[in-house]
């Protein structure tokens, strides 16, 4: 039988795959001196997050397809405002790294996603330090200075503007009304965000130069981004950040390596370019693995208490079931009703024993 929320995942994971190529490429063609040339990422940024606020707006609030979340200005100002700050970061610095060096080497440097989440986990105290871990960053580091060695077309700007720190934010959530109301809040407070810095550096390029405003190419373009948009809070939600590293990055990285070569015929790519990003690729599946199977670890571990608890009841049930005989001296036939009126009351008493065990164990 065909397991329709593994499909619906899986068909969620090929639409992300095809939405964010797609934009990517999009807003490199856009913002390329050599074909659009419209050489301002930060306005680019802020039409996006501008168009994605007003869309969640109206769903919300004039079409009332979800009902909005009540929201405190504790939590708002802890968790939104801060996200939404590394999200507009992350997308200003992302799209200012097109207009230096190209889409294949983008994806290649994207390896070094593992040794910064690495990096901040350790100084956050959410991880430690570990040799095997370690050792894969060690690897990834060495794959991506071979392949930045062998890129023809390397530029220290564009390679210090994609690996900026604020390059790396992920948002989790869980639920359609969720992911719309949550686009509507980080949407238009990365807005306000980007506000300061394109009204210092852009607005009066805007005023000064020849900037040619095709409203067609930025809303297809706005419209591209907003699913993208929904389908990163979606993907996060049912799968989490490591699927999308592993399932979804890997793979979407490799086609993008391709197909910019083909959109992009001044993107080259070296044999050391290759097998620098291999080697890298190499290092970022195994530290992929490694979180996994401690994630997998840390599951079992706070399962196998009152697994072990039930499998034991169980186990004493079906003795006392088939071996201990009745009032009457006979032995219950299996599949027989008993009528135990102690029954209920040890389950429960073991159900209780088991969650305070566990209780304990997880603490």
Not at 39 to 54: A, E, Q
Not at 224 to 244: D, H
Request: hydrophobic share 50%; charged share 15%; net charge positive.
């Amino acid at each position: 039988m065909i397991n329709k929320t593994l499909v619906l995942t899986y068909i969620y994971l090929l639409i992300y795959i095809i939405l964010s190529s797609g934009v990517i490429l999009y807003n490199k063609w856009v913002l390329s001196p050599k074909y659009f040339n419209f050489p301002l990422p930060i306005t680019l940024t802020m039409i996006h997050m501008g168009f994605s606020g007003f869309v969640a707006f109206l769903l919300i609030r004039v079409f009332k397809v979800v009902a909005p979340v009540k929201m405190t200005f504790q939590i708002y100002a802890t968790c939104v405002v801060p996200i939404s700050a590394f999200f507009a970061s992350s997308l200003w610095f992302g799209n200012t790294a097109y207009l230096h060096i190209y889409v294949a080497f983008i994806q290649m440097l994207k390896a070094l996603m593992s040794v910064a989440t690495f990096i901040m986990a350790v100084i956050c105290g959410t991880d430690k330090p570990r040799c095997d871990v370690f050792s894969n960053m060690l690897l990834v580091s060495v794959g991506v200075v071979i392949s930045s060695y062998g890129e023809i077309h390397f530029n220290i700007v564009g390679t210090v503007y994609h690996l900026s720190p604020c390059r790396y934010s992920l948002v989790n959530t869980d639920s359609a009304q969720t992911t719309i109301c949550a686009l509507t809040l980080v949407s238009w407070c990365s807005f306000v965000f980007l506000a300061f810095p394109w009204y210092v550096l852009e607005k009066p390029t805007l005023e000064v130069a020849q900037i040619q405003l095709n409203f067609w190419i930025f809303f297809s373009n706005a419209r591209c981004a907003l699913a993208l948009n929904f389908t990163i809070f979606l993907v996060i939600g049912r799968t989490g950040a490591v699927t999308i590293r592993v399932a979804a990055g890997v793979l979407k990285d490799w086609i993008l390596i391709a197909l910019s070569t083909v959109i992009f015929p001044e993107s080259t790519i070296t044999g050391l370019n290759i097998i620098g990003y291999a080697i890298a690729l190499c290092g970022v599946v195994m530290y992929n693995y490694i979180k996994v199977k401690d994630v997998k670890a840390s599951q079992s571990t706070s399962d196998s208490l009152p697994d072990r608890i039930n499998k034991e009841w169980k186990m004493e049930k079906k003795s006392s079931d088939k071996f201990h005989p009745d009032v009457r001296g006979e032995i219950p036939r299996v599949g027989a009703e008993i009528n135990d009126e102690e029954a209920p009351l040890i389950t429960s008493r073991l159900s209780h024993i088991g969650r305070t065990q566990l209780g304990n164990h997880a603490a």
